[in-house]
């Protein structure tokens, strides 16, 4: 199945992204977008993990909704940022090939929600991995489904 599981937007929040003196990039940009897809989750009662750094280059957390669990990570992009939802699987779903396709689509309706509902977030577009990995830009559509 081809998920859209990425998502390229533009935001409209203060650079937060810190530098060394020979500009050298010491901690990564968007962890105030993090913190605020984050909360807003939270608001539509799904349970998230504290946002962390994740490498060099972007922000995480865990989000849990009615046993499902995804990923997201957060990270600056040439598009702006870009969201990616990673699937969370226990090691039973994966030997069986179970998948909860609902337990997904809900919880990426609600970034979908978060993302076109605040006005600081636009030029909101989702891409399946594939079409994103190979740069299919125009593949890629304003909504997930």
């Known amino acids: 199945m081809n998920r859209r599981e ?3 937007f533009a935001a409209d929040f ?7 003196q020979k500009g050298n ?16 989750l939270q608001e539509r009662g799904v349970y998230s993990s504290d946002v962390y750094q994740h490498s060099y280059y972007g922000w995480a957390f865990d989000a849990i909704s009615e046993n499902f669990k995804l990923w997201i990570l957060i990270a600056a992009a ?7 939802l990673v699937q969370q699987e226990s090691l039973i779903a994966r030997l069986f090939g179970s998948s909860n396709t609902a337990g997904f689509d ?3 309706t609600k970034v979908h929600d978060i993302l076109t509902g ?3 977030f636009s030029n909101v577009l989702w891409y399946t991995k594939a079409d ?3 740069g299919k830009k125009e593949r890629a559509r304003p909504s997930p489904r």
């Open 132 to 134: 994103y990995e190979s």
């Open 118 to 120: 605040d006005t600081r």
């Open 6 to 8: 990425l998502v390229t």
């Open 14 to 20: 203060a650079d937060d992204a810190q530098w060394d």
């Open 78 to 84: 040439k598009e702006g940022w870009l969201l990616q």
């Open 25 to 40: 990039l010491l901690i990564p940009g968007g962890r105030a977008i993090a913190e605020t897809i984050r909360e807003k």
């Open 106 to 108: 809900g919880l990426q």
